[in-house]
């Protein structure tokens, strides 16, 4: 008897740890194909009604105020983004980041309360790259972030560090040799969904270009050169997407032609294969770059920066925020000026202009000379109108070789004005107490020149 009773409990705890990672019914399905097709997306109602209150837009912060008067950069100093803002709109908007993105810590932050003009915190340069990146979604990307569009707390949800982010992972420790390469994989991860595929699906197809699809278009061995070893990494992959998301295959996928070409797929495929190209970019062209900006404890084990993936906006939703429009509430999110050269729009108005330069460079051109134009309208029009100019350097280099740099950048535009027509005796040159406008590596804004009228 004893040992049936054994048997009895065993048995029960085997069943229970095997229903254990089952979901408990019931299981809401959306049929989206034709039936007997398997085009059905599952949903559990308790982790759908779990995740609704995870994924609200908080209320904007009062009405857009007009633009009218004062802008931004002519009333505070060293405001490099959003400096064509009104003072109001301005305000408005750092009160809503804060919000987003620090509401425990406040404006400190990301500022040096005893000096607003200061960049010696890190923050405070990384925030600027991330509002250009936001603009960047929203006006480059609209195939994938549409009308909607996305804001600082879309990624942030009142965090100071979104809750999801990826780093490269550390080489294997292989023990001498003794236990094998298990080359990322085999051991189970929640990157994929609690599977052993590779569990660093995001490096070679979110920060590199390797091809996801591996699906040959002729039969094997012509054709397609694609080992099951990558099959896996892009397996890897679409289980991010899904858990991502809080769906299944068939939410981009048609069952019966998956790699079979766009023709019969959800319109959602597109969407996806733009969101790839999106996060691609913003990995390499506004995280990684910022890598020496961030100090050590920001970084990864292999010292790489934080990067995106799906989840960093979607956080378990198939839209992020489900489609809650936020960014129409923040129309300065919604323009952006991406120049050819890779530098920031130059600011200009008719009492301050900034400029920039390529690194090394102290050569003025392009659409950056024409950043001086409204200041020197105001010069003419003002005969005896001064201006202060000076030149600033990013950190990366030798220091007495940026400190010349900056010096040469500063008298270019001294040459630019003067060869406006502005005598030299209203230029005054004006060595800033910190040339170095970042903390580490190179960012295009720090390597400057600051015109303004005295």
Same mark, same amino acid.
């Given at each position: 008897?004893?040992? $049936?009773?054994?048997?009895? @409990?065993?048995? /029960?705890? =085997? ?6 990672? +089952?979901? &408990? ?111 960047? $979604?929203?006006?480059?990307? @609209?195939?994938? /972030?549409? =009308? ?6 879309? +990624?942030? &949800? ?297």
């Amino acid at each position: 008897m004893l040992a $049936v009773t054994r048997f009895t @409990t065993l048995a /029960v705890l =085997a069943v229970s740890l095997l229903l254990a990672a +089952c979901e &408990r019914p019931p299981v809401d399905t959306v049929q989206r194909g034709y039936r007997g097709t398997g085009m059905e997306v599952g949903y559990n109602p308790r982790t759908v009604q779990a995740q609704i209150p995870l994924n609200q837009a908080p209320a904007p912060l009062g009405p857009v105020a007009s633009n009218d008067g004062p802008k931004a950069s002519q009333v505070y100093q060293n405001v490099l983004v959003l400096g064509d803002l009104s003072v109001a709109n301005f305000n408005r908007h750092m009160a809503a980041i804060t919000s987003w993105v620090s509401p425990q810590e406040g404006c400190a932050y990301c500022h040096n309360v005893q000096n607003f003009a200061d960049d010696g915190k890190y923050t405070k340069i990384v925030a600027r790259r991330m509002i250009q990146m936001t603009q960047n $979604v929203n006006v480059e990307w @609209t195939e994938k /972030v549409g =009308a909607t569009g996305v804001t600082c707390y879309t +990624c942030h &949800r009142g965090n100071p560090v979104p809750a999801q982010v990826w780093f490269k992972p550390e080489a294997p420790n292989q023990r001498s040799n003794f236990i094998g390469n298990l080359n990322g994989q085999n051991m189970p991860s929640r990157l994929v969904a609690g599977s052993s595929l590779p569990n660093d699906p995001f490096t070679p197809y979110l920060l590199e270009a390797k091809p996801i699809r591996v699906n040959g278009t002729t039969a094997l061995p012509t054709g397609n050169r694609a080992s099951i070893q990558q099959a896996e990494h892009t397996f890897g992959l679409m289980t991010h997407f899904s858990s991502s998301l809080g769906v299944n295959c068939t939410y981009c996928h048609n069952t019966r032609q998956i790699g079979g070409g766009w023709e019969g797929n959800p319109t959602q495929l597109t969407t996806a294969w733009y969101g790839i190209r999106m996060v691609r970019e913003l990995n390499n062209d506004f995280m990684v770059g910022l890598t020496d900006t961030f100090p050590a404890n920001r970084k990864g084990p292999t010292g790489d920066v934080a990067k995106v993936n799906c989840t960093t906006c979607h956080q378990g939703a198939y839209k992020p925020l489900y489609g809650a429009q936020m960014a129409k509430d923040y129309p300065e999110l919604l323009t952006y000026a991406k120049p050819a050269d890779g530098l920031p729009a130059p600011m200009s108005d008719a009492s301050k202009s900034v400029v920039y330069f390529n690194t090394g460079s102290f050569t003025l051109e392009g659409e950056q000379a024409k950043g001086l134009q409204q200041l020197v309208a105001t010069l003419t029009a003002q005969p005896k109108a001064e201006v202060m100019i000076s030149g600033y350097h990013s950190a990366a280099g030798d220091l007495a070789s940026n400190q010349e740099l900056a010096k040469n950048r500063a008298l270019a535009v001294r040459d630019s004005l003067t060869a406006a027509g502005i005598s030299v005796s209203r230029v005054a040159m004006d060595k800033p107490l910190q040339t170095e406008a970042n903390i580490g590596g190179e960012d295009p804004i720090a390597r400057r020149v600051e015109v303004a009228i005295r």
